[in-house]
């Protein structure tokens, strides 16, 4: 069921809420974290609810529903951010509109990325894909192969490496504490030789209040903002 602008105004406000006193918790300052509200399968109108109540930043999982977005929600400000698999034969229709690809692992992805980006003149943000749990059935690098992977990178002139991403393993909320430290330190290692590398991409609905705490800068929220999804039954 679809929630009501009402309904989808009451449940930011009790989000902001949340990042506030998260980050008051542990001295951070909650205007460094971003809100990118999940908006996979949900229809068009159910954003422009939420950009009208206030948020900017969207994340899409599929190519074509991200460019079929953009073009409907043409809006002022609006950010898009893909966080799905990554396949490069639809990456065309991520470059032209995404400010953040937050999934990208694979070197393919990024010479995908890099020769689309330069045939339309952008730079593009990029975000690495770790995979910090080790679970086979998560995308993501391994942790002790993102220098490496950074490093083979640095050639590309329309590829910003700007910070990391990971999903943690879908357990109790304190659970995952352990697994945002871990890309927060790799992170601050990172840091030390390439100072873009700042965004923290971490902290779903399930576990977002803990990420917080460790450091994340950037939230993929859907199910605490919109309600659960509907999906189509054949």
């Avoid at 009208?52 to 043409?74: H, P, V």
């Avoid at 990024?110 to 086979?136: D, F, P, T």
């Amino acid at each position: 069921m679809t929630l009501s602008p009402d309904e989808i105004r009451r449940n930011i406000e009790i989000l902001f809420e949340k990042i506030a006193f998260h980050a008051e918790k542990v001295g951070r300052d909650p205007k460094e974290i971003k809100l990118v509200a999940v908006t996979k399968t949900h229809p068009a109108e159910v954003i422009r609810s939420a950009y009208q109540i206030g948020l900017r930043s969207f994340g899409e999982n599929y190519a074509q529903e991200l460019r079929d977005k953009a073009k409907t929600l043409a809006f002022d400000a609006i950010e898009w951010h893909f966080i799905g698999r990554i396949q490069t034969n639809k990456l065309k229709y991520v470059v032209p509109v995404a400010e953040y690809i937050q999934s990208v692992y694979r070197k393919e992805e990024m010479e995908e990325i890099e020769k689309i980006a330069a045939r339309i003149g952008k730079k593009q943000k990029v975000l690495i894909e770790v995979n910090v749990s080790g679970e086979e059935t998560k995308g993501g690098i391994k942790t002790d192969d993102v220098q490496t992977f950074v490093e083979e990178c640095l050639s590309y002139r329309n590829v910003e490496i700007v910070g990391l991403m990971t999903m943690a393993p879908f357990i109790e909320p304190e659970n995952t504490r352990h697994y945002f430290k871990k890309l927060f330190a790799l992170r601050e290692e990172l840091r030390r030789f390439y100072p873009n590398i700042i965004e923290l991409s971490m902290g779903m609905t399930n576990d977002f209040t803990v990420a917080i705490e460790e450091g994340s800068t950037m939230l993929r929220i859907g199910t605490a903002i919109f309600g659960e999804r509907e999906y189509k039954k054949d």
